[in-house]
């Protein structure tokens, strides 16, 4: 048996880690931490890794109460990737759209954090975006509630020890990324900008796509529709 403090060292490790190869992976959330720190610098990316968490937080107290048993009813998961597909293309157009766009919002190095409502913004962006990635809700219901179900063995300790070990991770993640984002930022023309955000943008189309068509063969599947 291990002792109650390495099982907190434990569980908080292992929730590290396993969290830091879930956020290093590319997706629409790194997309958005990449678009919203040249347009803001590094502080675009602990705000947006708040969205994320506080998100994060909802599911782990939904879960500790059931959640994943109706996640699993018949249709919801092909619901969930249909609504989550369209909302990654939606996404793509609009990077697609925004280099057209001549607001100062999309000018380069001009757009700093320095007010409540641009503080407020990547926040909330974060929060839709995680809302918006199938992956998201396919991870909490496997991997996720793996380790939280584990976690909880000791008590509601242990659950918050994996939470805060897991957001740490994203927070990590995050900050790296908005921290070498930003500091090349002065040396990124617009077209070299323009250039990444719509190889982003190709990259959500082509996932959001999947996750339509998995979704529909799924309703077909399950109703026969």
Known sequence: ??????????????????????????????????????RHGFIAG???????????????????????????????PAVIALFGGSFLIYMAWNIIKSPADDSPQF???????????????PMISGILVTLGN??????????????LTRSSVIGSIGSIVFYLGHILADYSWLSLISFIISTGRKFL?????????????????????YFI??????????FGV
Not at 8 to 16: E, G, H, K, N, R
Not at 195 to 204: D, G, P, V
Not at 213 to 221: D, N, P, R, V
């Open 189 to 209: 023309t617009k077209n070299v900008y323009f250039s990444i955000m719509i190889c982003c943008a190709i990259f959500l189309a082509i996932t959001g796509l």
């Open 213 to 222: 068509i998995s979704g529909t063969k799924q309703l077909i599947t399950a």
């Open 46 to 76: 602990p705000y947006i890794a708040t969205g994320h968490s506080l998100l994060e937080l909802v599911m782990v107290l939904l879960l500790s109460i059931g959640l994943e048993n109706l996640l699993t009813i018949k249709g919801i």
């Open 1 to 38: 048996m291990l002792s109650f403090s390495t099982e907190i060292v434990t569980i908080f490790s292992l929730s590290f880690l396993v969290g830091l190869s879930g956020a290093a992976s590319p997706g629409p959330l790194i997309v958005l931490n990449i678009r919203e720190s040249i």
């Open 107 to 121: 000018r380069i190095g001009q757009t700093e954090i320095s007010n409540h409502q641009s503080r407020r913004q």
């Open 134 to 147: 199938p992956f998201w809700f396919v991870w909490w219901l496997t991997i996720g509630v793996t380790m």
